[in-house]
């Protein structure tokens, strides 16, 4: 069955560089703020952060995935090794989900998830772009199953090491190694503190030196963004739980804007929000709790990001989205372009799977098998509510959580087809 899992992923990872050579290339504003940053840091000859990209800028960005795309414009001059590399880990992740899926359910499972997440069209064009997201979930993936497979001390220091690398990348690791920690704690306890000595450890250990080597050069001990206050700082003036992206970033007369935010460093405009978030929320607890609900309604109702792969012109990275008229796509159906009814089969697969997904939660929960479905729910859950209630919730922040959908949803499939 492994051996399965090895050729679906290869097949997928050729499909993908297809699809890459075909479509080109996909500009996204992150993406071309992680250029930018890459680029600075090379003027500076030095690894991202550097004082250029302190000095004057709002945050810390994604420290692992520009620095990523700094070797790759040093070695080649070209962001294309970049993009090979998110088409092999995305075909990785495919990879990692089955085998995480045959070990908390069975054989069955792993394969009807793999298959399921390779005919996703949403996972067809995200390789086609340098969003953190694929690297990140890739070695967190891995680590987490290197943490629940193997019985061996260095399985789980590689695991932390992974966990770590995944962290510097965009820092997703801690909810999946505070989940691993306690499903262990609650259904599989022998060598439990061995198993996360080795695993913190080399998590910890790598992160120090990331930090370390920042703070020789910069003064700064950095290990991952400090974005946490910048987006938090939103929560005291924006009132919609809706992502709007025509906003201003900075409106005059709210706790985000400083009047000098460019004489300051990054850590001194992420202490300053910080100090206006706490000082708000001490008074508006309510006001922010109100929030996550919406949020996470706003995060889940569609997933559609990576449709954008697929627009035929794609000069212009804010132009670089598709939208579905979702309340009223009865009316519209007729007057949709191409690209819309592409994305709308991905929200009607999209739809499928959630569903799936939660009938299996329910009939998994009713049978008792809390040992096979807690792992994927609370990680789902606790992963969510987590996000939400730090940021806003973008649509393709649940990227994190979407393998174990999948995992759960191939669950549910397998039952239909025994009952």
């Known amino acids: 069955m492994q051996n399965s899992y090895c050729k679906i992923s290869i097949a997928f990872f050729f499909f993908l560089l297809a699809i890459l050579l075909f479509v080109g290339y996909t500009p996204t504003n992150d993406g071309d703020g992680y250029i930018e940053y890459a680029l600075m840091s090379l003027k500076d000859g030095q690894p991202y952060p550097s004082h250029s990209t302190i000095m004057g800028q709002s945050f810390i960005w994604n420290i692992g995935q520009i620095n990523l795309i700094a070797l790759s414009l040093w070695l080649t001059r070209s962001i294309v090794p970049v993009l ?64 629940l497979k193997y019985n061996r001390a260095k399985a789980w220091i590689a695991a932390g090491l992974l966990f770590a690398i995944a962290t510097w990348i965009r820092p997703i690791s801690p909810i999946y190694i505070g989940s691993a920690l306690l499903y262990h704690l609650f259904f599989y306890r022998k060598q439990i503190l061995k198993r996360y000595a080795c695993v913190v450890g080399g998590y910890a250990a790598l992160l ?14 950095l290990t991952q963004p400090t974005t946490v206050w910048f987006n938090f700082v939103e929560n005291t003036y924006e009132k919609s739980t809706k992502v709007d992206y025509s906003r201003s970033a900075y409106p005059k007369g709210t706790a985000r804007y400083i009047a000098n935010r460019e004489k300051l460093t990054a850590l001194q405009c992420r202490n300053i929000w910080r100090q206006r978030s706490l000082q708000w929320l001490g008074n508006h607890k309510i006001a922010y709790l109100k929030k996550v609900p919406g ?33 009223s796509i009865a009316h519209q159906i007729n007057s949709l372009s191409s690209i819309q009814y592409f994305a709308l089969v991905n929200e009607i697969f999209y739809l499928i799977i959630v569903l799936m997904a939660v009938t299996a939660t329910a009939q998994l929960l009713l049978k008792r098998e809390y040992r096979s ?10 992963g969510s509510l987590a996000l939400v209630l730090v940021s806003h919730g973008e649509t393709r922040f649940k990227a994190p959580f979407m393998p174990f959908l999948f995992m759960l949803a191939a669950s549910v499939s397998v039952r239909m087809r025994n009952t």
């Open 208 to 221: 120090f030196a990331f930090g370390s080597s920042c703070y020789l050069r910069t003064g700064y001990f």
């Open 295 to 327: 949020r996470l309604f706003w995060m889940y109702y569609e997933d559609i990001d990576n449709i954008a792969a697929f627009l035929k012109d794609k000069q212009r990275a804010e132009n670089n989205y598709v939208t579905l008229p979702v309340t």
């Open 84 to 147: 090979v590399l998110m088409c092999a880990l995305k075909a990785a992740t495919a990879y990692v989900i089955a085998r995480i899926a045959e070990l908390l359910f069975n054989h069955r499972t792993g394969l009807i998830a793999i298959l399921l997440y390779i005919a996703y069209p949403n996972n067809w064009g995200q390789s086609t772009m340098l969003l953190s997201e694929i690297p990140s979930v890739a070695f967190a993936l891995t680590a987490l199953f290197l943490t």
């Open 373 to 382: 479905t807690f792992l994927p729910l609370f990680i789902i859950v606790a």
